[in-house]
């Protein structure tokens, strides 16, 4: 009977159209701050029955098909390695290396192709609000762990690597530069 219990409040919420408040995540964070790391792939939830695994990606974004989040969160994370990062502007170098935490939230329902790819677009969105300045650039992302923070949700600590890109300055042909001799 329990099961049949948590097996409805688990289906029931990926219907619920409502969204969970802020404090409320944080709420349930707080309550589950003693969550063990998932240490294998076969602690992943099961796929929810009348939602096919027939996701397929062309190696930046997903192009057809749907799937669960937490089950394909590492190819996510790929996918945002493959075509999320940002472009050195010619002419620039690298510098200085600094990573910023992200945290992103996996709701286990039946996603869309293209639900899944703004969810990755929302996450590199993400990382870019909390990058140390104007002059850095994203270079990577590495999958810190993920954890359960209730009975039907996931959590992705993201690591986030920024370089600190350097350019030549150059003449703005819009203002006029002045040489005075003294």
Same mark, same amino acid.
């Given at each position: 009977?329990?099961?049949?219990?948590?097996?409805? *409040?688990?289906? &029931? +919420?990926?219907? %619920?159209?409502?969204?969970?408040?802020?404090?409320?995540? @944080?709420?349930?964070?707080?309550?589950?701050?003693?969550?063990?790391?998932?240490?294998? !792939?076969? %602690?992943?939830?099961?796929? =929810?029955?009348?939602?096919?695994?027939?996701?397929? %990606?062309?190696?930046? #974004?997903? /192009?057809?098909?749907?799937?669960?989040?937490?089950? $394909?969160?590492?190819?996510?994370?790929?996918?945002?390695?493959?075509?999320? /990062?940002?472009?050195?502007?010619?002419?620039?170098? =690298?510098?200085?290396?600094?990573?910023?935490?992200?945290? &992103? $939230? =996996?709701?286990?329902?039946?996603?869309? !192709?293209? &639900?899944? #790819?703004?969810?990755?677009? &929302?996450?590199?969105?993400?990382?870019? $609000?909390?990058?140390?300045?104007?002059?850095?650039?994203?270079?990577?992302?590495?999958?810190?762990?993920?954890? +359960?923070?209730?009975?039907?949700?996931?959590?992705?600590?993201? $690591? *986030?690597?920024?370089?600190?890109?350097?350019?030549?300055? @150059?003449? %703005?042909?819009?203002?006029?530069?002045?040489?005075?001799?003294?």
């Amino acid at each position: 009977m329990a099961a049949l219990f948590a097996g409805f *409040v688990f289906f &029931a +919420s990926c219907s %619920n159209d409502d969204f969970v408040q802020h404090d409320e995540t @944080t709420k349930a964070a707080r309550n589950f701050q003693n969550a063990q790391d998932i240490k294998s !792939a076969g %602690n992943l939830p099961a796929a =929810l029955p009348g939602c096919p695994e027939n996701l397929t %990606n062309d190696g930046c #974004n997903f /192009t057809s098909g749907s799937g669960i989040d937490q089950q $394909n969160f590492y190819t996510m994370i790929s996918l945002l390695n493959n075509c999320r /990062t940002e472009a050195l502007p010619a002419g620039c170098s =690298l510098s200085d290396t600094t990573t910023r935490i992200i945290v &992103a $939230n =996996l709701n286990g329902c039946c996603n869309s !192709a293209s &639900a899944l #790819n703004a969810q990755m677009n &929302a996450w590199k969105q993400l990382a870019m $609000n909390v990058r140390p300045g104007s002059d850095y650039i994203i270079t990577g992302y590495q999958l810190i762990r993920y954890y +359960s923070v209730s009975s039907y949700d996931y959590r992705l600590d993201i $690591n *986030v690597t920024y370089r600190k890109k350097t350019c030549p300055l @150059t003449e %703005n042909p819009g203002i006029p530069i002045r040489v005075i001799n003294f």
